[in-house]
C-alpha cells in the first residue's frame, strides 16, 4: 500500500506562482510514475501533468504547458508541481496519483494509477 499526502496549495492572486509537494511512502519510490490531476467545483477531475520513474519524462495539458513544471527527488519519495503565473481557472483541489510504471512510460489516463493522495486546495483570485 501507497499512502500520498499532497501539500502546498493555499490562495493566491492571478499571476502569482506556487509549489505543491506530493509525499509518497513507498520502499520503492522510483518504481513509480507519479501524476497530478485536479478538479474543478463542478467539473470532472481532469490530468494536469506527470512524470516518469527518473523524472527525465514529462507531459502536461496543454493548459499548463509553460506555466507548470513537474519534478521529482526520488531521495525524499517527493514529487513536486511548480505552478507559475496562475489564473483563476486553475482553482481546482489538486490531487496526486502513483501506480508502478515500466522503463519510461508516462501514464497519463487517471483510471491506471492505483494510490491517490487526498487533495490540496488551490485557489486563484483574480
Known amino acids: 500500500q501507497v499512502q500520498l499526502v499532497e501539500s502546498g496549495g493555499g490562495l493566491v492572486q492571478d499571476g502569482d506562482s506556487l509549489r505543491l509537494s506530493c509525499v509518497a511512502s513507498a520502499p520503492t519510490f522510483s518504481a513509480y510514475g507519479v501524476a497530478w490531476f485536479r478538479q474543478a467545483p463542478g467539473k470532472e477531475r481532469e490530468f494536469v501533468g506527470a512524470i516518469g520513474r527518473s523524472g527525465g519524462e514529462t507531459a502536461y495539458t496543454d493548459s499548463v504547458k509553460g506555466r507548470f513544471t513537474i519534478s521529482r527527488d526520488n531521495t525524499k519519495n517527493t514529487v513536486y508541481l511548480q505552478m507559475n503565473s496562475l489564473k483563476p481557472e486553475d482553482t481546482a483541489v489538486y490531487f496526486c496519483?502513483?501506480?508502478?510504471?515500466?522503463?519510461?512510460?508516462?501514464?497519463?489516463?487517471?483510471?491506471?494509477?492505483?494510490?491517490w493522495g487526498q487533495g490540496t486546495q488551490v485557489s486563484v483570485s483574480a
Open positions: 496519483a502513483a501506480t508502478v510504471v515500466f522503463g519510461t512510460q508516462v501514464i497519463t489516463a487517471q483510471h491506471v494509477y492505483a494510490y
